[in-house]
């Protein structure tokens, strides 16, 4: 599967940003879908997941209440609505995919998905 992250971009702290990760193939619902993230000097982190029916989702404590993620499986397509911005959420974010249906302490680790995104700058003004 190849999958193409969009939707980066500069925006103040407080603002908000939709990134979206569309992704080839005919078998995109049977995916779990992640989102992680990668700042300069950092490792990269996990920002949220959803399982195949988008019944499920996992966020990152840092996160949780202000990103929610999404599925389209018709459009083969999954979001990352980003709220109430910060300038520690600046990072190169990165959409992935996982050819299982990951239990939920699954999904936070990034070598359980085998294929990734480009990655999408993400920057946050103070």
């Known amino acids: 599967v190849q999958l193409q992250a969009s939707g980066g971009g500069l925006v103040q702290a407080g603002g908000s940003l939709r990134l979206s990760c569309a992704a080839s193939?005919?078998?995109?619902?049977?995916?779990?879908m992640g989102w992680f993230r990668q700042a300069p000097g950092k490792e990269r982190e996990f920002v949220a997941a959803i399982r195949r029916t988008g019944g499920t989702t996992s966020y990152a404590e840092s996160v949780k209440g202000r990103f929610t993620i999404s599925r389209d499986n018709a459009k083969n397509t999954v979001g990352l609505q980003m709220n109430s911005l910060k300038p520690e959420d600046a990072a190169v974010y990165y959409c992935a995919a996982a050819g299982t249906n990951l239990i939920v302490s699954s999904m936070w680790s990034s070598n359980r998905y085998p294929y990734w995104g480009q990655g999408t700058q993400v920057t946050v003004s103070s």
């Open positions: 193939g005919h078998t995109f619902s049977t995916y779990t």
